[in-house]
């Protein structure tokens, strides 16, 4: 099993020149600002992209970065077991962009809303809906209040179950010409 280290975004600016950095956020969040030269491999992609990796960290470091350095670590973790040295951007691009290092748009990308912010939006509309619903029905209080206890659960956890429900809508995936680009890239 390979080790896993973390660097913060200063550690990671000094050494970016020689770092494959591949962020691991859905195409939405990437296209919104990414660090220079990142690839886009979402998460869910990961397994597919293993020879790739592979072949990308044999020839260099990977540096591993999503949004706040959960899903990278989640990442580094899965690469580890498969022998793939990787860091992980401590705070991710959060702590990067706070730092005031830059980041690259894509242009002319289509850019759906960050992940957080399609949470935000699915989680309210359902406790609200919830609510509404159930002044007339009851029981729909019961979607409110399983809405409340994922919230819960997941800032206990650290993880977003409704996040991954999400990553996998079709304006959450990568279009198939921009994953084998990232992956040809990642060979080359």
């Known amino acids: 099993m390979a080790p896993t280290t973390a660097l913060t975004a200063d550690q990671a600016l000094a050494r970016l020149h020689e770092l494959t950095v591949v962020d691991v956020r859905t195409p939405g969040e990437y296209v919104s600002g990414h660090l220079p030269g990142a690839h886009n491999i979402p998460l869910d ?38 022998g793939i040295a990787a860091a992980t951007l401590t705070g991710g691009t959060t702590a990067w962009t706070q730092l005031g290092h830059d980041t690259h748009r894509s242009v002319g990308a289509r850019s759906p809303w960050a992940m957080d912010r399609q949470v935000r939006l699915t989680a309210g509309t359902m406790v609200l809906t919830g609510l509404i619903a159930g002044r007339r029905w009851n029981a729909a209080r019961w979607l409110s209040a399983g809405v409340a206890g994922g919230l819960v659960f997941s800032a206990l956890t650290n993880t977003c179950g409704l996040a991954k429900l999400l990553a996998k809508l079709p304006h959450n995936q990568p279009e198939a010409t921009d994953l084998d680009a990232a ?6």
């Open 45 to 82: 992609h990961l397994d597919a992209a293993l020879p790739a990796l592979k072949t990308a960290a044999g020839r260099g470091d990977l540096l591993i970065v999503c949004a706040s350095g959960a899903r990278s670590a989640t990442a580094c973790r899965r690469l580890a077991d498969q």
């Open 183 to 188: 992956l040809a890239a990642l060979t080359g």
